[in-house]
């Protein structure tokens, strides 16, 4: 199947070319004709998919058909709340690239930088607003931004706001959206709380349910290493002097953990970069360019980038044809496995995935 055969609009396509996409992934064939047919959407399908572009390409051709002579000031006509400031600076790059030849203007706000440059662009006038929940209430109650007349409303990552504790947040958010409106509910995972909030959003809507909950993708090799926690520094620095380790994403179970690997990283050699909520947004962004640009690398030894971050910060990270992702810590529950190891093995392409395992963890 193309994406012609999806009945998607020819600027839409010519986006969708020029942008090097050729045939829709499998999130994208079952959710966008539902989609353009204006119905809800339940999307249970692993990070990577797709699923981006499975809601942004819908949203994008029914603005389009509904456009008007321009009168005043834009109003915001599409939401899509999502749960790090990565993500939502990701979903907006993507809807410029896909709405490219469209016309539309899309803003990102997310909190942990001041508000006023976020303010002036909404001031100015957006057709569509990404989001982070906690700014976005922030700027509601100060009568800074409208969504009563939101036509189409994305919940993203739902089931990371329900883990970062912004489950509250989100229906505030909701409590001020139009009962009229097209909601697409997208989770990688479906715990109770997520169901429970799909059941009271959505109406009649078409589920789209691509893996089994828990699981990760089959190109993923992955492995365990057994080792005692005092070890697992020296581990770590023999296996970055593999040429095999292209490009690593490494996680830490906290920010103190995080950047203690980063500091003995770099005790030995190995230039690195590391990434969680105490870092400032333009250290984030510096951290995550140098990283997708190469820059932060095993000296001398090898080719290897390494990133350190923690789970609250990784799901925003997106890095065409990541190598490896590396557990220093395993993580407490299955879900966010799935999350740390869908960074690699993305769009169909390989990966490894290397976990740590001492004597604390065995139960985990």
């Known amino acids: 199947m193309s994406f012609e055969t999806l009945n998607i609009i020819e600027p839409i396509l010519r986006a969708l070319k020029k942008e090097g996409y050729t045939m829709p992934t499998p999130v994208q064939e079952e959710a966008i004709p539902a989609l353009l047919e204006r119905r809800d959407l339940l999307g249970c399908a692993q990070t990577g998919t797709g699923k981006t572009a499975a809601f942004a390409v819908p949203i994008l051709q029914h603005l389009y058909n509904e456009r008007m002579p321009a009168k005043g000031k834009r109003t915001i006509k599409a939401l899509i709340l999502t749960p790090t400031r990565e993500l939502a ?70 089931d990371h706001m329900l883990d970062m504790g912004f489950i509250h947040d989100v229906k505030k958010v909701i409590t001020e959206l139009p009962l009229k409106r097209q909601t697409m509910l997208f989770s990688a995972t479906m715990p109770a709380a997520i169901s429970k909030l799909a059941n009271s959003i959505l109406i009649n809507p078409v589920s789209v349910a691509l893996t089994p ?12 290493y057994y080792v005692n926690e005092s070890n697992k520094t020296k581990l770590l620095i023999h296996l970055l002097k ?65 990133l350190v971050a923690t789970d609250i910060v990784a799901r925003g990270i997106d890095i065409d044809e990541l190598s490896h992702v590396i557990n220093y810590n395993l993580p407490e529950v299955p879900e966010a496995h799935v999350h740390r190891v869908g960074r690699t093995g993305r769009a169909g392409l390989g990966g490894t995935a290397i976990s740590f395992c001492d004597e604390t963890e065995k139960s985990c």
């Open 89 to 158: 600076a990701q979903i907006g790059k993507s809807f410029t690239t896909y709405g490219e030849f469209l016309g539309f203007k899309n803003a990102v706000i997310f909190g942990g930088v001041a508000q006023n440059r976020q303010v002036t662009v909404l001031n100015a006038g957006v057709d569509i607003l990404i989001a982070t929940p906690g700014r976005l209430i922030d700027l509601i109650n100060q009568k800074r931004v409208n969504i009563h007349n939101i036509s189409y409303f994305v919940l993203d990552e739902a």
């Open 213 to 224: 909950v828990s699981l990760t993708v089959a190109s993923i090799e992955q492995y365990v």
């Open 242 to 306: 593999n040429n095999t380790i292209i490009s690593a994403l490494l996680f830490s179970r906290t920010k103190y953990g995080a950047d203690q690997i980063t500091k003995d990283l770099l005790h030995a050699g190995i230039k690195c970069d590391v990434i969680h909520s105490n870092k400032g947004q333009s250290a984030r962004e510096l951290a995550l360019h140098r990283f997708k640009t190469m820059q932060s690398r095993v000296l001398v030894a090898t080719q290897s980038r390494v």
